[in-house]
């Protein structure tokens, strides 16, 4: 079964400061990886997502994301963060199979002081 | 706006009500899913359908019926409400999951 594992709960970081997310996943197949942001009693909205070819995925609002797949891993990056980035943040794997479902990590709450 | 669309917004039932809540898509999507959020338990997967007329259980689907009689439609019935059911309900459409889903606003439900 595939899962996806969030490394942080909650992750406090002064804004302008870099933030990295941490997401790892199982897999034994080729996967789709995906970072969504939910802000305040909000849905939930795509960041970016990789499927494909280069490793480093670049998404809307700055933020940009590594695959590695030796270390199984899916982490999300910002060099310098706003106060508008406090939301909950989730990576996802989708399972290739009937009914592409996605399964999704617990979620990490980025908290951006000033 | 194309999108998803979930009513209602906000619901509190007693235990042991009954209640539907509705999802509908205007993209011609032919997935769609229901999802439970809890605090620091993610989103679960409780039913799902990969077209019209049809559904399948997800990761959670114990206390919840589903149907999709029309494409553009995907309800989720409580028959009997539990405080466990208590939680943020979203509903999600995709053309392809390499496209990602596309999420409704969320239904906030409370069972007492």
């Known amino acids: 079964a595939q899962s996806v594992t969030q490394l942080d709960s909650q992750v406090p970081v002064f804004e302008e400061a870099p933030v990295e997310l941490r997401c790892n996943y199982s897999s034994s197949v080729s996967v789709y990886l995906f970072w969504y942001v939910q802000y305040p009693n909000q849905g939930l909205q795509l960041l970016l997502k990789y499927l494909s070819g280069s490793t480093l995925v670049k998404g809307i609002n700055g933020f940009e994301a590594e695959f590695n797949k030796s270390q199984t891993s899916f982490h999300l990056r910002k060099p310098s963060v706003h106060i508008s980035d406090t939301a909950e943040y989730f990576c996802a794997v989708s399972v290739v199979e009937y009914g592409n479902k996605l399964v999704f990590g617990a979620g990490t709450i980025l908290r951006v002081k000033s | 706006n194309a999108g998803v669309t979930q009513t209602p917004k906000f619901r509190v039932l007693k235990t042991g009500q009954s209640m539907t809540l509705l999802c509908a898509q205007d993209m011609n999507h032919e997935y769609m899913y229901w999802y439970r959020q809890d605090p620091g338990m993610g989103l679960r997967l409780i039913h799902y359908s990969v077209g019209e007329g049809t559904t399948a259980k997800g990761e959670v689907p114990d206390g919840y019926n589903v149907s999709r009689l029309k494409k553009q439609n995907f309800l989720l019935g409580l028959e009997s409400a539990a405080p466990s059911q208590t939680s943020v309900y979203f509903c999600?459409?995709?053309?392809?999951?390499?496209?990602?889903?596309?999420f409704g606003s969320g239904t906030r439900l409370t069972v007492v």
């Open positions: 999600a459409s995709s053309y392809d999951s390499r496209y990602g889903y596309t």
